[in-house]
């Protein structure tokens, strides 16, 4: 099968599509500061919609990976309006949907729906910021959880991989 054509609905989002790899500082008040590696995945397949996949990381004082944490995955679907709506799945027992909006180079999301099996952690909201700066992509987010309302709880800084 031929590479398909990015879908002219991703246009507003396209920035995105590709492999990205970097680093980032996570925090919580409940929880200790720590130096996180991740790589994110985004992908097409023809359709009017993004894959993706993240993966994280703890890192030592070094860089050097220490062992798996957070990872997610979902769908990113741009709507007319330069509007997204992004649904997102956690091996935490948590599911989300994000609805935000796309300013030139930059999609602010805020969680619509946040669902979450029993056994998952309190979590009730979420507030992402994506952005491109001088070709990088950087993230930040803030999260309500266990007894918090949203606080920050991570940002990084991704280079495009080759
Ligand atoms: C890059 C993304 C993320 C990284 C690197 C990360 C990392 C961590 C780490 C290291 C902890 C503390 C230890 C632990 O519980 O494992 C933690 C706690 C937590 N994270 Fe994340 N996390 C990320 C994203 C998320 C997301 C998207 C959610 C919600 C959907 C989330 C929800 C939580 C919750 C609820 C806690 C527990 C806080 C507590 O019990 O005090 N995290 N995270």
């Known amino acids: 099968m031929d590479e398909p054509e990015v879908h002219p609905n991703l246009e507003p989002i396209a920035f995105l599509l590709g492999r990205w790899e970097g680093a ?4 919580y008040p409940t929880i200790e500061s720590f130096n996180f590696g991740q790589e ?7 359709k009017p919609f993004l894959t993706y996949v993240s993966r ?10 220490v062992r798996p944490l957070a990872t997610e995955s ?3 679907r741009p709507q007319p309006e330069r509007q997204v709506e992004v649904v997102l799945s956690h091996p935490t027992g948590i599911v989300e949907i994000y609805i935000g909006e796309v300013v030139f180079n930059k999609i602010e999301l ?3 729906v946040v669902a979450r099996t029993a ?12 952005g491109l700066v001088n070709g990088n ?3 930040a987010y803030e999260m309500a959880a266990v007894g918090h309302p949203l606080t ?4 990084a800084e991704l280079k495009k991989v080759a």
């Open 24 to 27: 980032g500082v996570g925090g």
């Open 56 to 65: 994280t990381w703890l890192l030592d004082e070094d860089g050097n990976r």
């Open 137 to 139: 992509l950087m993230w």
């Open 110 to 112: 805020r969680t619509d």
């Open 40 to 46: 994110i995945e985004f992908g097409h397949n023809g």
């Open 119 to 130: 056994s998952a952690k309190e979590y009730t909201a979420g507030h992402r910021l994506y």
């Open 152 to 155: 920050d709880h991570m940002s």
């Open 74 to 76: 979902g769908y990113w």
